[in-house]
């Protein structure tokens, strides 16, 4: 094939220093090569420059390994030229094997070979065979220098040859995966600019200094200088850059530090493709006098991120789950597929982690592993230490808190607090105090982290020390501790440290408390904060504030259908307050109330009777029988009599509460006009049912007023008139109220809400009874497709819209 052909270098991400290589060797021949490192910029359609670059003309493959694995595009590529009988000239960098339909193809090596032979391999393979010269060859002596190395340009030498100057760590052989993070690095490093430097930022054992040190390996090839300088002491890079300076002969032994780094800094400018890399700079404004420049190339690792300025921030996170199990897989080969994925899962495929755990599954099984693990993390992340980290994944947690709590106490005791709470971001910035609850002003005062609940600046000021230490991500004003490291931490954590912590993650908790569950202002802040309050053990609530968000954390979940869920949170708040303040206790009630409530919700009428009843006579004995308290579990209680069949007692009950609520609240307060609603229904049952209308429709038109149209106790109130309004025969109003209904609870609660599908439901029925069947069997065929999903199949709400269904399926449609 003449010089002057368009090339396309297809290779695979773990391969670029190759590929770079062959793409700078055929230029120098001059051929015109694409390469999409060198071609594609971000943004462009990938698969359009492939097809665009595919169609131009031949295509050199780099058969490795990595070039087949079916989950890249190479397939896609060698794939379409072989379809198309079009050129592919393949080049093995590795030994490796072909899939059956390329083996037939001649592939020569370029690996094991020097730099001269692999050159005139590959230019040899490019051009085909020579057959006979038509004119006289010329003479060997004459010279030879290509297109590129005519105007002075130096290419890089092949790929794996060490430069002279060079004290990188020895290669990790167990290192896997990363090849579009080293492409990413490659490509900010050679982007042009005339000292390049790029910062691989993440937190402590996610495997920067691994990365680097593959980058610096993988590439030595394009580098006549490569210099590897321990950066976490800012006083001693002086030294290990002296020591380059005498390296290149820039000085001699005997120079003092500082003439030696200047003679360094005017080496560097003068000298192309060099690489500095700094392992584990923390500040980097302590670091930034060191940055060389010139033409070269310098690499940093860090659990800082806050690199802008001085370098190209590059985040390092976990491996993905394919590479965690690979990498456990190839060091532990015995070990199962699934096995893996359980250890990379738990283990949140953290390479530090994963490569200590493979030390230790030599000696001991995977559940036994998993078990110890969930038993105490600390101590078996300090197991099986590689040689290739220097900590241990709990060393380096340890010493990396004992860093935070000597620059910012404060910041270290939000760290502990979070520890005891979810693996999920939680929402410092969120967290407020109410300067009229004094409870609360105490309970912050009784903490440690009563300043980053008061004060703005704090709260910013800690949150940038937990960005900076790297054992956090921080982002949004949110904090989001890692699941392994949350685990190590909280184990390493004395029993003083961790009951401070408690008070602490208390204060942060109640700081964070949106408000009533049942008010729809609140509702929008809550889902964040739900992990949180159902992960803390129920102990480490130690105020009351923190126990009633809590409470009203279940609550939230209970108004939306997941009573099953939080039902066993609910039983081990009550059990773990009845323990340790005693079943008298207010606090204590407030876990027994919520807990009938999911009782009641998933069927279990007894269980949730005894305990309102429990709670009912208590309050009595203690505050009286018009306290609010009092009086709100017997409304509660009454609904729990209805539920039982015991009507009669339940309208006593009730007809009571609702006097009494009336004399001490008022007519027109909330609680008042709620246990009215509730009467109506028993009334109803009772056969009263123009009794049970006049006193919902009262009710009702005092909420509007109340509480508004839109709230969720005057819609509750709003459809159970429709119901009373049908009942009575007047289904046309029932109909335009139903509907008015279902239309303010869509938009309040959202359409799959349990209280609007009991709407839908019954509206459903209301249209049948008018003769509108076919709209009737609609929106029931809607309702109950989405309470089987909400719901389940065997709720109740579920199995009576089933029935309804049935029924509108009827060829009378009765």
């Known amino acids: 094939m003449p010089g002057g052909a368009r090339v396309f270098v297809s290779h695979a991400g773990a391969d670029l220093a190759w590929a770079e290589w062959v793409a700078w060797q055929l230029q120098d021949a001059g051929y015109e090569v694409e390469l999409d490192a060198w071609h594609w910029g971000a943004g462009e359609n990938f698969v359009r420059n492939m097809d665009r670059a595919l169609a131009a003309g031949p295509m050199v493959a780099l058969f490795s390994s990595a070039y087949f694995d079916p989950e890249r595009w190479t397939t896609e590529e060698w ?52 057959g006979s010269p038509r004119v006289s060859p010329g003479f060997p002596g004459e010279g030879g220098a290509g297109r590129l190395r005519s105007m002075g340009a130096t290419g890089p030498r092949l790929p794996g040859t060490l430069p002279r100057v060079w004290n990188v760590p020895a290669r990790n052989a167990g290192f896997v995966g990363r090849d579009e993070l080293l492409v990413e690095v490659r490509a900010r490093l050679a982007g042009g600019r005339a000292v390049a430097v790029v910062a691989l930022d993440g937190r402590g054992g996610v495997g920067k200094t691994q990365l680097a040190a593959e980058y610096a390996h993988r590439f030595c090839g394009e580098y006549e200088l490569v210099w590897w300088v321990r950066a976490e002491d800012p006083a001693l890079i002086p030294g290990q850059l002296a020591f380059l300076a005498v390296e290149t002969g820039a000085a001699q032994p005997d120079t003092p530090t500082g003439k030696a780094l200047q003679a360094l800094g005017r080496e560097l400018r003068s000298r192309a493709r060099w690489l500095v890399v700094f392992d584990n700079a923390e500040n980097p404004a302590a670091l930034a006098d060191f940055v060389p420049s010139g033409p070269g190339h310098v690499l940093i690792t860090s659990r800082n991120p806050d690199w802008h300025g001085v370098a190209s921030p590059l985040d390092v996170d976990v491996l993905a789950r394919r590479e965690s199990t690979d990498l456990l897989r190839r060091r532990t080969p015995w070990l199962a597929e699934a096995d893996a994925g359980r250890l990379a899962q738990a283990l949140d495929d953290l390479p530090l982690a994963l490569v200590q755990a493979a030390a230790v599954l030599t000696t001991t099984t995977v559940d036994d592993y998993l078990a110890m693990l969930a038993d105490n993390a600390s101590e078996v992340t300090d197991e099986g230490r590689p040689r290739d980290y220097r900590w241990s994944l709990a060393a380096q947690i340890r010493l990396s808190m004992q860093r935070l709590r000597a620059q910012d106490p404060e910041a270290a005791e939000v760290m502990n607090a979070c520890a005891l709470l979810a693996p999920e971001p939680f929402a410092l910035h969120a967290c407020t105090r109410q300067e009229d609850d004094e409870a609360s002003q105490e309970d912050d005062e009784a903490s440690s982290v009563g300043q980053v609940v008061a004060d703005r600046r704090t709260k910013s000021r800690v949150l940038s020390a937990l960005h900076q230490h790297g054992l956090a991500r921080v982002a949004g004003g949110s904090l989001h501790l890692h699941r392994l490291t949350q685990a190590v931490l909280k184990d390493q954590l004395t029993a003083e440290e961790r009951a401070r912590a408690a008070r602490n993650a208390s204060a942060l908790l109640a700081a964070a408390y949106p408000g009533k569950a049942q008010d729809p202002e609140t509702w929008p802040r809550w889902p964040s904060l739900l992990p949180h309050l159902l992960t803390i053990d129920p102990t480490e609530l130690v105020t009351a504030d923190a126990r009633f968000a809590a409470c009203e954390a279940c609550l939230y979940l209970l108004d939306r259908g997941s009573a099953p869920a939080v039902l066993p949170r609910l039983e081990s708040l009550y059990q773990a307050w009845k323990a340790l303040l005693g079943p008298g206790n207010p606090q204590t009630w407030w876990a027994v109330n919520y807990l009938a409530m999911a009782s009641t919700a998933v069927g279990d009428h007894d269980r949730a009777y005894a305990l309102h009843r429990d709670l009912f006579d208590r309050q009595r004995r203690a505050y009286g029988e018009d306290d609010p308290d009092t009086l709100a579990t017997a409304s509660n209680l009454a609904i729990r009599l209805a539920e039982l069949g015991r009507l009669e007692e339940a309208v006593e009950l009730g007809e009571d509460a609702l006097a009494r609520r009336r004399r001490v609240l008022g007519e027109g307060h909330p609680d008042t006009l709620r246990t009215a609603s509730n009467l109506a229904v028993d009334l109803a049952e009772l056969g009263r049912v123009e ?36 009942e009575l025969g007047r289904v046309e109003e029932a109909v335009e109220l139903g509907k008015d209904a279902l239309a303010r609870r869509r938009r309040v609660l959202g359409n799959d809400h349990p209280d609007t599908l009991i709407t839908a439901s019954n509206l459903a029925v209301d249209l049948a009874h008018l003769g509108r069947v076919e709209e009737a069997r609609q929106l029931s065929e809607d309702t109950l497709a989405q309470q089987r999903r909400v719901l389940g199949e065997d709720h109740p709400n579920t199995l009576i819209a089933t029935r309804l269904l049935d029924s509108l399926q009827r060829p009378s449609g009765d």
């Open 691 to 726: 009794e049970a209308r006049r006193l919902t429709e009262d009710a009702h038109a005092r909420q509007r007023r109340v509480l508004g149209e839109n709230h969720p106790h005057t819609l509750t109130t709003a459809s159970n008139l429709a119901i009373r309004l049908a």
């Open 79 to 130: 794939t379409a030229k072989l379809a198309g009988r079009e050129k592919l000239i393949p080049l093995r960098i590795e030994d490796c094997a072909a899939p059956p339909m390329l083996r037939a193809l001649i592939a020569p090596a370029l690996f094991g070979l020097r730099e001269e032979k692999a050159r005139a391999a590959l230019l040899a393979a490019v051009e085909g065979p020579a």
